[in-house]
C-alpha cells in the first residue's frame, strides 16, 4: 500500500504534489518523493526516508521546477524498514527518459528479474519492484516507437504489451520525458486510482490522478472517473486527455482491505463510499456479536481510534449500548499496522494510544477494530483496558479473521505472523487476552462493501485465500515467506 499522485497543470505543481502527499500519508509512511519535468523534458527529482514534512525543505522545493509531475509516500512491504535507494520515484534515462511511482506488488518478480537481465539487457540496482516495472516499460516503449516523436497510440502499445507480462497489482503514474503523463492500472484494479480535471479561465484545464478521491476535492478537481482495470490514461504536455483500454481481459475487483483500513474513510473508491461502507460493516458486525456474546455482557462500546469509529458507533446503535471514546490518541505517532518490524510496533502502541480509567473502570467493555493482523496490537490494547479497571474485555474486529497472505500490496506476508492462522478463534481469544473475540463473517463483510453497487467481486484473499489473479500458488507463497525471513 501507498499514496501515488500525479499533476499536469499550467503553472508549477510542486507545492500541489507535496498537499496531495500530505493527505495521502496515511497510506505510507516509510519514504516519499517528488519528480517533476520541464517543458524541456529535464526532470527534478528529491526523493527521502520518512514522512512527507521531514522528507522537503524549502530548497528542495524550490529546485522542483515544472508544470507536470507526480509524487509518492512508500508503505514498504518486505517487513523492515528499506534503504533510501528504494524510494520512490524509479528512473530510466531511455527511451526519453521516464519517471514511474507505483501502488501495489508484483507476483512475478522472478521471471520479470531473469527476462530483463536475460532478454531485455536491462540493469537493476535494487529488490523493488518499481523498479522491475519502471524499466518493463521503458523497454516496450522502446520497441513501440517509431519516426521521430511518440505519439499516444504509441504508448498504448507499450502498456498493452506490459499488460502481457506483469503480473499482480499496481497501479502507476509515470513522466515521459518531453511528451506527458500516463497512469494505468492492473486488469483487476486492485489499487485504486482516481482521475480529476480542473478548468481555468480561456477553457484551459489541469488534470491530476491519485490513490483517493479526496486529493481530488481539496485541490478543488472535480471528479470524472475512477481509472478502469487495465485502462491506461495518457495527458500530453498540452493538457489533452487520451484514454485506451489496453489490457485484453478485465475485472473491476478491489481489495477489501482498502475499504476495512487503508483508506481515509471521506474517501469514496470505485463509487463506494469508505464511511458508508464501514457503517455497514458495524451493522452486521452487530448481529453476530449478539450471536455469539452472552447477553446483558457489554456495558459500553468503544473504537480503537480512528477507523474503527464509523463501525463502533453503529454497533453501539443496534445492540442499543452506550458509546463511549475510551482511548485518546496521539496523532504524532503513525499508524501502527504499518510500521516496518514488530519491534517498532510493539513500542509504539503505549505511545499512540492512552487508556482513560474513568471510562474503564468497573465496566463490561466491548472493544471494536478495524481488523486483527498480527494481534500484536489487539493484545497490548486489551492489556491496557484491564490496566485501566475493566471487569471484562469483548474484542470485536469488524474484518473476519486475516488467516492467509497478503500479496497484492500490504504487508501480511507471512502465514507464521497472523494470529488467526490455525487458530480457531477461541484460541485467537486466549493468546490475545481477552475474555470473547468476535470477527465479521466473510460474506458480511462483502456484502457491507458492496451494497448499492455494480461491482460484483472484491479480492478478499487474506480473509479466504482466493487470489483473484489466478497466478498465486503454493510454491510462490512458500517463496515469500523464506524471502522474509532471509
Known amino acids: 500500500m501507498c499514496g501515488i499522485v500525479g499533476m499536469v497543470g499550467q503553472e508549477s505543481v510542486n507545492q500541489e504534489i507535496y498537499d496531495a502527499l500530505l493527505l495521502l500519508q496515511h497510506r505510507g509512511q516509510d519514504s516519499t518523493g517528488i519528480a517533476t519535468a520541464e517543458d524541456n523534458g529535464v526532470f527534478h527529482l528529491h ?26 509516500c512508500r508503505y514498504a512491504t518486505k517487513g523492515t524498514a528499506s ?44 529488490s523493488s519492484d518499481t523498479e522491475l516495472l519502471v524499466n518493463v516499460l521503458a523497454n516496450e516503449l522502446q520497441a513501440s516507437i517509431s519516426g521521430l516523436n511518440l505519439d499516444p497510440e504509441q504508448v498504448f502499445q507499450a502498456v498493452t ?23 494505468f492500472r492492473d486488469p483487476f484494479g486492485i489499487r485504486p486510482l482516481i482521475l480529476g480535471v480542473r478548468e481555468l479561465e480561456g477553457g484551459r484545464y489541469e ?41 485484453k481481459e478485465t475485472q473491476l475487483v478491489p481489495c477489501a482491505f482498502e ?38 455482557k457489554i456495558d459500553v462500546v468503544m473504537p480503537i481510534p480512528d477507523s474503527s469509529r464509523p463501525a463502533a458507533m453503529e454497533v453501539a446503535r443496534k445492540l442499543g449500548v452506550e458509546y463511549r471514546e475510551g482511548f485518546y490518541k496521539n496523532y504524532y505517532v503513525g499508524r501502527t499496522f504499518i510500521m ?26 466491548l472493544l471494536i477494530d478495524d481488523s486483527i493482523v498480527r494481534g500484536t496490537t489487539s493484545k497490548q490494547i486489551i492489556q491496557m483496558a484491564r490496566d485501566a479497571g475493566a471487569k471484562s474485555v469483548t474484542f470485536a474486529s469488524a474484518a473476519p479473521p486475516v488467516r492467509h497472505p497478503h500479496v497484492y500490496g500490504i504487508n501480511m506476508p507471512s502465514r507464521g505472523e497472523l494470529v488467526a492462522h490455525g487458530r480457531t478463534i477461541p ?21 457491507a462493501i458492496l451494497e448499492g ?34
Open 47 to 72: 526523493k527521502a526516508r520518512g514522512q512527507v514534512r521531514e522528507a522537503f525543505r524549502t530548497r528542495d522545493m524550490r529546485a522542483l521546477l515544472g508544470n507536470i509531475g507526480l509524487g509518492h
Open 83 to 126: 534503504s533510501e535507494e528504494e524510494a520512490q520515484p524509479f528512473y530510466v534515462n531511455a527511451p526519453y527518459g521516464i519517471v514511474l511511482v507505483h501502488n501495489g506488488n508484483l507476483t512475478n518478480t522472478r521471471e520479470l528479474t531473469q527476462e530483463l537481465f536475460r532478454k531485455d539487457r536491462r540493469h537493476l540496482n535494487t
Open 161 to 183: 504489451r506490459l499488460y502481457e507480462r506483469v503480473e499482480g497489482s499496481y497501479a502507476a503514474i509515470a513522466l515521459i520525458a518531453g511528451y506527458g503523463l500516463l497512469a
Open 207 to 247: 488534470w491530476i490522478v491519485a490513490s483517493e478521491s479526496l486529493v481530488l476535492e481539496n485541490g478543488g478537481f472535480q471528479v470524472v472517473r475512477d481509472v478502469l482495470p487495465g485502462e491506461a490514461v495518457f495527458i500530453d504536455i498540452d493538457g489533452t486527455l487520451h484514454t485506451r483500454q489496453c489490457a
Open 259 to 296: 475499504y476495512v483500513y487503508l483508506a481515509r474513510p471521506d474517501s469514496i473508491m470505485n463509487g463506494i463510499s469508505v464511511y458508508e461502507a464501514r457503517l455497514r460493516m458495524g451493522d452486521r458486525l452487530a448481529d453476530t456479536i449478539a450471536k455469539y456474546t452472552p447477553k446483558g
Open 340 to 365: 516496518p518490524g514488530q519491534a517498532v510496533r510493539r513500542k509504539s502502541v503505549r505511545q499512540k494510544l492512552n487508556a482513560m480509567s474513568t471510562e474503564f473502570k468497573d465496566k463490561n467493555v
Open 427 to 447: 484460541e485467537i481469544a486466549e493468546e490475545l487476552g481477552a475474555d470473547y473475540v468476535v470477527f465479521q463473517e466473510v460474506e458480511d463483510l462483502k456484502a
Open 453 to 486: 453497487s455494480d461491482i460484483e467481486d472484491l479480492d478478499m484473499s487474506c480473509f479466504d485465500g482466493r487470489y483473484i489473479t489466478g497466478t498465486v500458488t503454493d510454491e510462490y507463497l512458500a517463496w515469500v515467506e523464506g524471502s522474509q525471513e532471509s
